[in-house]
């Protein structure tokens, strides 16, 4: 019942607009990077900064670079154990530990049958979701035993963001949000009426639309718009209730007010 309920929100959050709920600046850090990655709930940020991944403790902050494969396209920090980079001009997925250290390489040229894949979140155990651009499919790829563990269906828009946890992946396309179960079967599909990109804490969600975001709170059919000071979000991540915003020069931590 809790998660039918669930995937009932994403068709009232699509199709009506809901009362708001109100953030509270609790705390602010001047900080300069490209993009914001995630914040846990210990008040590790991860982020990328010219081209350079980057976690920041209270204590202290480790690195990673790796200069050969170009540009840093995107990281997910979900699993600290297990965090993936994906380097999308090389075609290659790098796995880090919690020590920043390289423990495993996925080079998508050299796998059997090729996958050009265009973006990358987590998976359950040493899987990983990838979306496959020739075949225009969501994947789960195993990437210990170089196998395909679940494929979905062709989508027939263009890919905006994804996002994932070890029970659900969200695929954000221009027309439509694609959730699947970790078997990789569609749970829900909902009309895209205009956002961008997602962020996931737990079965919470937060979309984007131009310089709004809209919060969806897991089990319920009242998804609000999120009235926050004005801030231009350059980046946002979503820590259970507690939001945070990047505006190019400042990260704002702000705490979500919701009954």
């Known amino acids: 019942m809790k998660h039918f309920l669930h995937f009932i929100c994403f068709f009232a959050f699509f199709g009506f607009s809901q009362e708001h709920i109100d953030a509270t600046v609790i705390d602010s850090t001047e900080i300069t990077l490209d993009h914001l990655i995630a914040i846990d709930n210990f008040g590790i940020t991860y982020f990328a900064h010219q081209n350079v991944f980057y976690k920041k403790t209270p204590e202290n902050k480790l690195s990673y670079n790796n200069l050969q494969l170009g540009p840093l396209y995107s990281a997910d920090a979900f699993n ?26 996925i080079d998508f040229n050299s796998v059997s049958p090729y996958k050009n894949v265009s973006h990358v979140s987590t998976g359950f155990d040493n899987s990983i979701w990838i979306f496959n651009q020739d075949l225009q499919k969501l994947e789960l790829f195993d990437y ?5 563990r679940a494929q979905t269906a062709p989508v027939q828009s263009p890919v905006l963001d994804l996002k994932s946890n070890y029970n659900y992946c969200w695929l954000l396309t221009q027309n439509y949000l694609y959730v699947y179960n970790y078997f990789g079967s569609l749970v829900h599909k909902t009309k895209n009426t205009g956002f961008t990109s997602i962020d996931v804490s737990g079965e919470n969600l937060v979309f984007k639309q131009n310089n709004s975001l809209f919060f969806l709170k897991a089990d319920s059919i009242t998804p609000q718009e999120i009235k926050i000071p004005h801030l231009s979000i350059k980046g946002f991540s979503l820590t259970n209730e507690t939001l945070y915003i990047y505006d190019s020069e400042t990260l704002y931590k702000l705490q979500l007010k919701i009954l």
């Open 144 to 148: 210990k035993n170089n196998s395909t």
């Open 80 to 105: 600290p154990l297990k965090i993936n980079l994906f380097y999308k001009d090389f075609n290659t997925v790098i796995i880090l530990d919690n020590r920043m250290a390289e423990i495993f390489k």
